[in-house]
């Protein structure tokens, strides 16, 4: 596991594309912030990257190093409330049909 922060988070996902590995999940759990967890797997080897990040924190899609993480990227957008700037495609918060917006985002 490599604890990631806001600064440095996308060249270590930059490193995970340069060794060829594979995403297999981003998980978004709700703690004082919020925790995210992104997953590879490089030929049955599994590394994971952790980021924590404020409530109102933004960071920064990594659907231009890994296209289908703008299914996982949606996804936490729409049940977590996480800020996430320039996801391709950006479905604003219409990928799930909720009947509150951020179930999971919830209150501290």
């Known amino acids: 596991m490599i604890n990631a922060d806001i600064g ?41 990257i952790r980021l924590n990040i404020g409530v109102d924190q933004e960071i920064e899609s990594v659907c231009d190093m890994f296209g289908p993480a703008f299914m996982y990227e949606n996804e936490i957008k729409d049940l977590f409330g996480v ?18 917006p951020a179930p999971f985002g919830g209150e501290d």
């Not at 594979?22 to 994971?48: M, N, P």
């Not at 800020?83 to 509150?100: M, S």
């Open 8 to 48: 440095n988070y996308r060249a270590l996902i930059s490193g995970m594309k340069e060794k060829d590995a594979r995403l297999v999940q981003i998980c978004c759990t709700k703690t004082d912030g919020y925790e995210l967890t992104y997953s590879f797997d490089t030929g049955g080897a599994w590394d994971h």
């Open 83 to 100: 800020k996430i700037n320039h996801v391709d495609p950006d479905f604003c918060g219409e990928f799930y049909r909720l009947a509150v």
